[in-house]
């Protein structure tokens, strides 16, 4: 069974960082595309990033362009998301998600909150 496991979030100042933490099991974290994505009170999802099997990496926020960073340790099948320069409107609930074989996962989600 595919789950992943979210850790690191808390509250932060703005300006602050923080590096969120994803253990997966049920599956080869580098067999799979997977992303951080987060959730705001009251919005959409918005897909951060992005990490592909061959290591490619993509950003989809432009707000989180040049701040956040994505890697991924396969050795101990994790996904971390390094956030730098927090502002408040990064504040949200994060989740690992990936899509395999047709079936979508998620974490639980740890919660960011920036304060100004």
């Known amino acids: 069974e595919v789950q992943f496991v979210e850790s690191g979030g808390g509250l932060v100042q703005s300006g602050g960082s923080l590096t969120l933490s994803c253990v997966a099991s049920?599956?080869?974290?580098?067999?799979?595309?997977v992303s951080w994505v987060r959730r705001a009170p009251g919005q959409g999802p918005e897909r951060v990033s992005r990490?592909?099997?061959?290591?490619?990496?993509?950003y989809y926020a432009e707000s989180i362009k040049g701040r956040f960073t994505i890697s991924r340790d396969n050795a101990k099948n994790m996904l971390y998301l390094q956030m730098n320069s927090l502002k408040p409107d990064d504040s949200a609930n994060y989740y690992c998600?990936?899509?395999?074989?047709?079936?979508?996962?998620w974490g639980q989600g740890t919660q960011v909150t920036v304060s100004s």
């Open positions: 998600h990936t899509n395999r074989g047709g079936e979508v996962y």
């Open positions: 990490v592909y099997p061959d290591g490619t990496i993509r």
């Open positions: 049920g599956f080869n974290i580098a067999s799979n595309d």
